[in-house]
């Protein structure tokens, strides 16, 4: 938990950019980064160096997305759910979540970064099978464990107080 912690930390998580992060549009419009940084660094075959102006402004977006959008009128929704879920799970060493709940969610985040191998190895030499691969195996293993954030979520919500008054 503590990388976790440091990148809340990096990312300046606090409960206001919490609130925002848990905008649907903040979820949906972050599912796609990957991709578009694959596609940007993929680029470079075709706009060499410049290839890096559309991978800078991915980073930037990936850091500025939680802070981008409003505070959403209603969070009874799967996306802002993933987003107390995640909340939940990095807090785990404060109000711990079930075994079960946190041997799953290791295991789809361990899925998600095996895709990172061929992904990368595909990007290094230029397979686009192994790029298209490792994409496939990190969304979906991601887009999984996101899911199981809800879950951890709606089991910790009736535990802690503070964490059922997030749903509005």
């Known amino acids: 938990m503590k990388i976790a912690h440091q990148f809340e930390r990096l990312m300046a998580m606090d409960d206001v950019a919490w609130a925002r992060h848990a905008n649907p549009w903040s979820g949906w419009t972050r599912l796609p980064i990957l991709p578009l940084l694959a596609l940007s660094f993929w680029s470079r ?88 691969l490792g994409l496939v195996i990190t969304v979906v293993g991601k887009l999984w464990q996101m899911d199981r954030m809800v879950w951890i979520y709606q089991d910790m919500k009736d535990k802690v107080p503070e964490y059922a008054q997030w749903l509005r």
């Open 45 to 132: 075959v075709w706009i060499g160096w410049w290839c890096l102006l559309p991978f800078l402004a991915l980073v930037v977006w990936t850091f500025w997305n939680p802070r981008a959008f409003p505070r959403p009128a209603s969070t009874d929704n799967w996306m802002s759910k993933v987003t107390f879920g995640e909340r939940v799970w990095l807090h785990a060493d404060v109000h711990p979540i079930p075994g079960h709940h946190a041997r799953m969610a290791s295991c789809l985040g361990m899925l998600a970064g095996a895709g990172l191998a061929p992904l990368i190895w595909g990007l290094w030499v230029l397979n686009p099978w192994a790029v298209l």
